[in-house]
């Protein structure tokens, strides 16, 4: 197996159990969704996503490092996906 798909393995196992606590917990996502909301109405500054992990990170289940170097690859997905929902409710109204 080359390093590529050691590493492709890897966010898809990271992905199954992130997707896992999703389904065990909803309220994992509407915490979170609530949380990306109130910071990014906030101005959407550059620390905006530290501030929504740390936040996702003390109210949920989901842990998230504090620092950015230290985000997995689902961390930022998690992150991007939640930031593109919220500009694109945001651009509804």
Same mark, same amino acid.
């Given at each position: 197996m080359s390093a590529s798909e050691i590493q492709k393995t =890897? *966010? *898809?196992n990271e992905l199954q159990g992130f997707i896992r606590k999703l389904l065990q917990d909803p309220r994992i996502l509407e915490q979170s969704l /609530?949380? /990306? =909301?109130r910071e990014l109405d906030n101005g959407g500054s550059a620390d905006s996503m530290v501030r929504i992990a740390n936040e996702i990170t003390d109210t949920t289940s989901i842990h998230i490092p504090e620092d950015p170097e230290?985000?997995?690859? /689902?961390d930022k997905l998690f992150l991007a996906l939640l930031r593109e929902v919220i500009l694109e409710e945001q651009a509804l109204y």
């Open positions: =890897r *966010i *898809i /609530a949380v /990306a =909301r230290e985000h997995s690859e /689902a």
